[in-house]
Nanobody, 126 residues
Framework: QLQLVESGGGLVQPGGSLRLSCAAS????????IGWFRQAPGKEREGVSC????????YYADSVKGRFTISRDNAKNTVYLQMNSLKPEDTAVYYC???????????????????WGQGTQVTVSS
């Protein structure tokens, strides 16, 4: 069964850091664009960061540039999102996504996603 399972969410103070992980099972991530999306209460889901299958291309939403870093370890079939300098507005449910798409923009901007994880809550609050 094809699954994406996120972990690493939690409660953190403003300015703090978290690292989210997304482990795939039932398929290999090698040939997929992988992305992280988030959805805050009352808001639409948005693409936060995406990475190409070759690691040659990444996308970051303007709101997270310079603070978040996406990476992948194909040997572990896992993708990570390192989140630093967290702000209260980063509070949301974060979802991992995978897709056989041509570009990171196709996933993160247009929203072409083949598979979703179940989500992990990130709360930034003092």
């Amino acid at each position: 069964q094809l699954q994406l399972v996120e972990s690493g969410g939690g409660l953190v103070q403003p300015g703090g850091s978290l690292r989210l992980s997304c482990a795939a099972s039932g398929f290999t991530l090698d040939y997929y664009v992988i992305g992280w999306f988030r959805q805050a209460p009352g808001k639409e889901r948005e693409g936060v960061s995406c990475i190409s299958s070759s690691d040659a291309s990444t996308y970051y939403a303007d709101s997270v540039k310079g603070r978040f870093t996406i990476s992948r370890d194909n040997a572990k079939n896992t993708v990570y999102l390192q989140m630093n300098s967290l702000k209260p507005e980063d509070t949301a449910v974060y979802y991992c996504a995978a897709g056989r798409v041509a570009t990171v923009q196709a996933m993160c901007v247009i929203g072409w996603v083949g598979h979703w994880g179940q989500g992990t809550q990130v709360t930034v609050s003092s």
